[in-house]
């Protein structure tokens, strides 16, 4: 329906163009003299113009779009180069080329990516624009339009260019050092420093010595007979495997809940232990625990383009996952809302020898209220930590895990 209203219209943009040249040249033969006569010559090359004009084709006009690179981080810089190349030279008055972006980066952006060109009998056209924030998430840059039009405004055309590039903007995330916690083994809420701890009642191999390793653990036996340091090679204790589950339901912070999981995920891999993760927004979307850049890679994507869509609470959600009183882990919780039921269904899967953090995301400046520091006393009498953890200071929030 639109096509034929634009269709209509340039139709009947048309029909008064050639109105307005009969007009102009009925005025000069009817009229005679100098001033009717320079009227009609003076119209007629706009005229003529138009009319050429009008039988230009767009349709094989081609658009490629340049970026420095196809994955990018939240709060990066965006440049893009926009190049028309046209199949002919007829020659234009001006050129509008708009890049059609998504309501986000338009926003980001702080207006439309478009540019006015006076090309002449150029053929190959372009322009640049930045986006200097970039919002997290995966964009579609899907057409490009291109317009000209004569220098009355009678004569107007204009052509969408499909495109089908894409870019992934993944979550920012902060290095903070991650420390691993210790009471399952070792009453008490204290936090490792080591690698990832170890079993050292089950040797399962040799190794060659590496620093940081205990003296306790050298083999002197294979130490003797290769005549190098040998140290023996123990089971890793599956407490350090984490579980990351993550608040999806609408909320202002969710920004920055997104970030911290990213943070803490990226923390917990380079330390060498496993993790898994799990959010709810429309679907359902779990990873098993996994280690390693592929298994980082895979969690920054859902991150990437997850919403905070969630239609239950953030207790239904963990309220549903049951397997997880299934098995000892460390959980941890990334959410902005506290609540007295989040906090008992929490303590139900901390009384299966589970260990649970919860961590509260707070703006920049926003103290915590009365009732979370009651929640927080209450939390930590079932066995729950709960951390408070401020916009851009995320690496504070295992330091209080270690002054604790």
Known sequence: MRN?????????????????????????????GFVSWFLFYSFLPFGIYGLALSFVSLKNMTVQR?????????????????????????????????DCLNDQLIAAKKGKAKMFLVPHFKRDLGFSY?????????????????????????????????????????????DIVYRPFANHYDQGMTASKERVQRDTSMAIGIREYQPGDKFSWINWKATAKRNDIMTKEFEQRQSHDVFVLMDCAPEKRFEA??????????????????VGFMSQSEDRVAFAFRGGEVHQQKVFYHLAKV???CPVTFDKVLESETFLSQQSISLMLVTSQLSKTLIEKAGFFASRKGFITIFLLKQDGESPSK?????????LARGIRVIFVHDHLFNDAFSEVNRG
């Open 4 to 32: 034929l209203l634009v269709s209509l219209k340039n139709i009947w943009k048309l029909i008064v163009l050639l109105f307005l040249i009969f007009l102009t040249f009925s005025y000069a033969m009817f009229q005679g």
């Open 66 to 98: 340049v970026f420095l690179k196809s994955d990018y981080n939240a709060g990066e810089r965006l440049q893009v180069t926009v190049n028309v190349r046209r199949s002919h030279s007829f020659p234009l008055f001006y050129v509008i080329i708009e």
């Open 130 to 174: 930045e986006i200097k924030d970039l919002p997290r998430g995966e964009h579609q840059f899907q057409s490009v339009r291109v317009k000209i039009g004569d220098l009355l405004g009678l004569i107007e055309k204009e052509y969408i260019v499909e495109t089908n590039d894409r870019i992934i903007v993944y979550p920012s995330y902060e």
């Open 257 to 274: 809940i997104v970030s911290f999981t990213a943070s803490i995920v990226r923390a917990i891999l380079r330390k060498g232990a496993q």
């Open 307 to 309: 919403k905070d869509n």
């Open 371 to 379: 009732d979370e520091v009651a929640l927080k006393s209450s939390a």
